[in-house]
Each structure stands twice: as structure tokens, then as C-alpha cells.
């Protein structure tokens, strides 16, 4: 029984980061998924597969997978280099390029 211990990224299509503060815990699949022949559908009989537990901190997640026995990989999360940049930025006069419109 191993798990995997990680935060998830931004996600893409919203602004807020509401999800990508917290860490979650997800056991490693298992079996693996099979396709269903008559829709086509993927399955899988692994229950655990289903189970996210979400933790405040990284250290509250490696605490729970020890106390009940799971061995677990930690995944830092990568450094985000984002830039902001605001919409009149555009019209800087210390802009590098040419304005074309």
C-alpha cells in the first residue's frame, strides 16, 4: 500500500489558488484500469483509488501515512516563476518592442 503525497498545481482555468495551498494524499493505483467492451468506459476494481485526503501542511500528511502504516513519496512542489504583468505595461515607453497598431 503506497501513496503518493503532493500539492496540486493552480489550476489553469481559474485566477484563485484555492486548491493549490493544501496537500493531498492519494494511494498508488494498484491494479489497472481495464477498458469496458460494451461503452468503452475505463474501470477499475481498486476502491482506493477514489481516496483523496487533504492535509494543511506537508508535515500533517507525512505524520497520517506513518501513523497508519503507508508507505508514501513526497513531491515538492516546483518553483513557479510567474511574472505579473499588468495590462498597461503595454504602453510603457520602457518597452522593448515596437507598439504595431
Known sequence: MTARIYRPAKS?????????????????????????????WT?????KSQIHLWFDTKEEAVAYAARNGIVARVTDPANATHKSISYSDNFKSTRLGQWTH
Open 12 to 40: 489553469a482555468t481559474q485566477s484563485g489558488a484555492a486548491r493549490a495551498r493544501r496537500w493531498v494524499l492519494e494511494y498508488e493505483p494498484e491494479q489497472p484500469r481495464e477498458i469496458e467492451p460494451l461503452m468503452g
Open 43 to 47: 474501470s477499475s476494481g481498486d476502491m
